[in-house]
């Protein structure tokens, strides 16, 4: 394989997709030496069709406001590989989303779910959508009319979509009810469900709790500990928020959170009880992280800005790709940064991600650290074909088996001859290995 031409080729075929290309680039130019090493691969092409997804869907989704006004958004689902098991991925509603966006979603997904050691193939969906702003009863239809379409596209056995940015229980529940009426089935065909219909206790927990379990094993092998370090965290969502709850309970010290608009900085830390309001203030009230400053006066917000020009031990970004830039990490790496663990999807660009490795700093990507989330998913589904719940004991202790066993997979592809441990190559080399592996065996699709 040469990469640089398979990635020149797709950019000619799919322009205007940057993300995707970016996280391809990020794959093709570490997995190159070992796919090289395996003749047999290129023989039957197998990077362009493991790039390219296997299909994608495209839909309008039409709604009423309660205005009475019809509105339209675009849906869409990219089923991008099920070489190891039924495509799976979440589905984000935000402004934002696009076809690119997705893509490159999807195909991160697959090399995660290959890391989670579980059966599961890669997807990802959405729609242009944002719920923000938006009431209960617009929510609901909107779920609705966007599962009229998905629901014929997807299947407890073909393909189980969840949350994601925009999307959390109130979403999933609204699209479960509107699978189940249309099908007339009740199957496990989202995960990310309310406990009362077949969710799994801890997954709302999972992403947050997995990413800090990971970051644990990462500080490890420099003898470090997490008590007592300082923790910069972006977002204020489902990931951010139980990272910072599992940064707690292990004795950190949350100095920031923040949402689209700015961050909030608490010189003093964001204790139990002020991350019970922040709980609130987003599950509940719905509302912004500026209003932290109101309620805790001696914290201050900042407007437009992101997190990582304050000083802390440890960053976490929980929010959006690319929200840490160049600039960014070099500032991070300026004040003693130790560690950075991806909570969030490809938050860091490529050139933030040379400065880290360059700096030898712990540095993890989201494939690696985020897979708790669909870890969990896949022991939701587990739980949904046995009729059975586990103990939250007893997910919380697979979910940190997970973590362990990827970080020791990424420790054993990604240590570099110096012993620094390049954790984007341990990731994306043994995340690929098994579904390249899969595809060779089943033929040539
Ligand atoms: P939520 O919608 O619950 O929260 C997202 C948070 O990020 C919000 O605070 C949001 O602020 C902020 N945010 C969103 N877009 C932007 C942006 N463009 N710039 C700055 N801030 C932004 O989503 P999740 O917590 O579920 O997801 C966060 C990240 O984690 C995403 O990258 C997602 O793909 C990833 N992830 C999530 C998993 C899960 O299980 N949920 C699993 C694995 C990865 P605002 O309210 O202003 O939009």
Known sequence: MDSKKVLEDLKRRFPNEPEYHQAVEEVLSTIEDAYNQHPEFDKVNLIERLCIPDRI????????????????????????????????????????????????LAFEQTFKNSLTTLPMGGAKGGSDFS???????????????????????????????AGDIGVGGREVGFMFGAYKKYTHQFQGVLTGKGLEY????????????????????????????????SVLI?????????????????????????????????????????????????QVQRGRIKEYVDQYPTAKYVEGKKPWFEKADIALPSATQNEINEEAAKALVANGVIAVSEGANMPSTPEAIKVFQQAKILYS????ANAGGVSVSGLEMSQNSERLSWTKEEVDARLHT????????????????????????GANVAGFMKVAKAMMAQGVF
Not at 131 to 160: T, W
Not at 237 to 265: F, H, R, W
Not at 365 to 368: D, E, L, T, V
Request: aromatic share 10%; proline share 4%; charged share 25%.
């Open 234 to 282: 972006s977002g204020a969502g489902n990931v951010a928020q139980y990272t910072a709850e599992k940064v707690l309970q292990l004795g950190g010290k949350v100095l920031t959170m923040s949402d689209s608009d700015g961050y909030i900085y608490d010189p003093d830390g964001i204790d139990r009880e002020k991350l019970d309001y922040i709980f609130d203030l987003k």
């Open 365 to 368: 990507p989201g494939k690696a």
């Open 131 to 161: 719920p923000r702003g938006k009431s209960n009863a617009e929510v609901m239809r909107f779920c609705q009319a966007f599962m009229l379409e998905l629901a014929r596209h997807i299947g407890p056995d073909l393909d189980v979509p």
């Open 402 to 425: 997970i973590m362990e066993t990827i970080h020791a997979n990424c420790v054993k592809y990604g240590t570099e001859p110096d012993g620094y441990i390049n954790y984007v190559k």
């Open 57 to 104: 869907y495209q839909f309008r989704v039409t709604w009423m406001d309660d205005k009475g006004n019809i509105q339209t958004n675009m849906g869409y689902r990219v089923q991008h590989n099920n070489a190891i098991g039924p495509y799976k991925g979440g589905i984000r509603f935000h402004k934002s989303v696009n076809l690119g966006i997705l893509k490159f």
């Open 198 to 229: 077949g969710g799994s206790l801890i997954r709302p927990e999972a992403t947050g709790y997995g990413n800090v379990y990971f970051l644990c094993e990462m500080l490890k092998t420099r003898g470090i500990e997490l008590k007592g370090k």
